[in-house]
């Protein structure tokens, strides 16, 4: 009761599969009976933070894996390859830069906390629930389509720029029977109370204890 919960809006639920969206709403609903107190908001910086995150770990995977891609190339899968390559080839003014802008989308996350007083956020965990492994795009409703890479990580390499706690849990089901998540976002380094709150969704959905299907390629 009287739990302050932030349902991040625009560039977290723009686009996403129709069941995603219902489930979401059908969440957000339930935490609403469950007396917490809903309040929509939008974060702007959400675009920069997930560009952010993208240059940093291209330039740190780059650094990690810097003698395999010199020693054994042909090892490393072509697309994999391709993100530490380019990380290789950025110059390292780019990371000094990523890491000024990472501080400033911190600031701004964390003064969006400040002016609701919320205690988590809530988000979609992915656009669209598992594709195919043989599918390299995801259908969109508006009819394009995203690799699947970008789609499946589009709402959560933001939380990689800010550092903050996040628990995905379930929420439901799409009409192939498939899993739906829903992200609980949490104020920096106070996991356990982020955790506290995903525990209590989770508990009373029971999501959890439904059979996964599994579908063939």
Known sequence: DGVRIGVLGPYFTDNLQPDVAAAFAEAVATLRTLGASIV????EHAPVARAVALLISRIESSAIHHHNIRTDPHLIRDDIRARFEIG???PGDVLIRANAARAIVR?????LY???ALAAMVAPTVVATAPLAAHLEVALPDGTT???GPALTRLTMPWNTTGQPVVAVPCGFDRDE???GLSFIGVSDD???LCRIAH???AVTGWFGRQVRTVSA
């Open 40 to 43: 929509e908001v939008a974060w």
């Open 88 to 90: 290789a080839l950025l």
């Open 107 to 111: 600031d701004s996350i964390a003064a």
């Open 114 to 116: 400040r002016e609701h």
């Open 146 to 148: 995203e690799g699947v």
């Open 178 to 180: 498939l899993p739906i």
């Open 191 to 193: 996991d356990l109370a």
């Open 200 to 202: 209590q969704y989770e």
